[in-house]
């Protein structure tokens, strides 16, 4: 006759395969870092990330094997930072082919105004759109937020999924 742990075992394996897979490509679960985001996410906010919202992902290993929809502007997304693989929540201030415009120290980008410092009003004018495949992210909190007018454009591909909300 058998243990009831050896006639569980089997679910047991099914279950984890299964936890593994939804969360490596359905869902993830992730906490917010630093005041980049504030006032509407804040630090140490745990937050749930639609991994489908752009495409099937690889799981564990990350990339996509299908991408079917871009970010769009307003998305805040969860990406890898281009700089050095940090995953991090930003919303998506521009989109491949979206003009930017630099005046007075100053980023014009669809309907939003973002400060620039000297350093990054020098590379962003000489970059007359965001390029094609790629995306310009900010910080909702610009004055303390780390983001693409410091590191540049992140690919599209970056993008590890949406904020659920």
Known sequence: MKTLGTRLWPAFLVG????????????GVSQVRGPSM?????????ILINRWAYGLQFPIIGGYSWFWKAPMVGDIVILRNPSDGQMIIKRVAGVGGMPLRVKDQQLFIGQRRVPLSAWQAYWLEAVPHVPAHTIFVLGDNPAQSYDSRDWG??????????LWN
């Not at 984890?16 to 869902?27: D, E, K, Q, R, Y």
């Not at 454009?153 to 949406?162: C, D, H, N, P």
């Open 16 to 27: 984890a395969v299964l936890l593994v897979f939804i969360s490596g490509t359905v869902v």
């Open 38 to 46: 504030q006032p509407n996410y804040h630090n140490g906010q745990i």
């Open 153 to 162: 454009f992140a690919k599209e591909t970056s993008v590890v999924g949406k």
